[in-house]
T-cell receptor, first 115, second 117 residues
Framework: AQTVTQSQPEMSVQEAETVTLSCTYD???????LFWYKQPPSRQMILVIR??????QNATENRFSVNFQKAAKSFSLKISDSQLGDTAMYFC????????????FGPGTSLSVIP | DGGITQSPKYLFRKEGQNVTLSCEQN?????MYWYRQDPGQGLRLIYY???????QKGDIAEGYSVSREKKESFPLTVTSAQKNPTAFYLC????????????????FGPGTRLLVL
């Protein structure tokens, strides 16, 4: 079975500092997508960043970047220059590329940015 | 503006009542999904649909029903058989083109909070 694990239920970071959120997953697939979603207090899910497993280059999106380690099945999210608006739940998600299987979400990490 | 809309934002259900949550998208996406989110927890898949007039059960389909008569609409009915319906419900859609396999990025609506009276 495919699973996504986020081992840090809660984290906090000082404003302007850098924080890394961990995510590991388990799959026998070779091609797949990985995502980080953000859910602020408004509860709407917002895509932060996406990585295709066949691409070796780590995805970046402004202050957000990932460290994708395919062999280790690890997909961590780094947030640089943390801002108060980054306070949210962050969900790691996995989606197989070559099957009609569903997206698997991790349990989430609650990030608080402290002024 | 392209996007996904969900209505209502809040919904109250009386004992034994069926209620329907609306989800509409104008992104021309093929696939649509319903998730349930309980406090402090992640998302659990209720139902998903890859094409009009077809849908599949997710992990927690019992007590729920859906229809997909139009590409842009995927309403979810919470039936009286769902004994613990209080939760936050999220609808999502993605490009899921037949023949290419897999799923593209899912885009989410703003959600509906369902409360039981």
């Amino acid at each position: 079975a495919q699973t996504v694990t986020q081992s840090q239920p809660e984290m906090s970071v000082q404003e302007a500092e850098t924080v890394t959120l961990s995510c590991t997953y388990d799959t026998s697939e070779n091609n797949y997508y990985l995502f980080w979603y953000k859910q602020p207090p408004s509860r709407q899910m917002i895509l932060v960043i996406r990585q295709e497993a066949y691409k070796q280059q780590n995805a970046t999106e402004n202050r957000f970047s990932v460290n994708f380690q395919k062999a280790a099945k690890s997909f961590s999210l780094k947030i640089s220059d943390s801002q108060l608006g980054d306070t949210a739940m962050y969900f790691c998600a996995f989606s197989p590329l070559e099957s009609y299987d569903k997206v698997i979400f991790g349990p989430g990490t609650s990030l608080s940015v402290i002024p | 503006d392209g996007g996904i809309t969900q209505s209502p934002k809040y919904l109250f259900r009386k004992e034994g009542q069926n209620v329907t949550l609306s989800c509409e998208q104008n992104l021309n996406h093929d696939a649509m999904y319903w998730y349930r989110q309980d406090p402090g927890q992640g998302l659990r898949l209720i139902y998903y649909s890859q094409i009009v007039n077809d849908f599949q059960k997710g992990d927690i389909a019992e007590g729920y029903s859906v229809s997909r008569e139009k590409k842009e609409s995927f309403p979810l009915t919470v039936t009286s058989a769902q004994k613990n319906p209080t939760a936050f419900y999220l609808c999502a859609s993605s490009i899921d083109q037949i023949g290419t396999g897999g799923q593209e990025t899912q885009y989410f609506g703003p959600g509906t909070r369902l409360l039981v009276l």
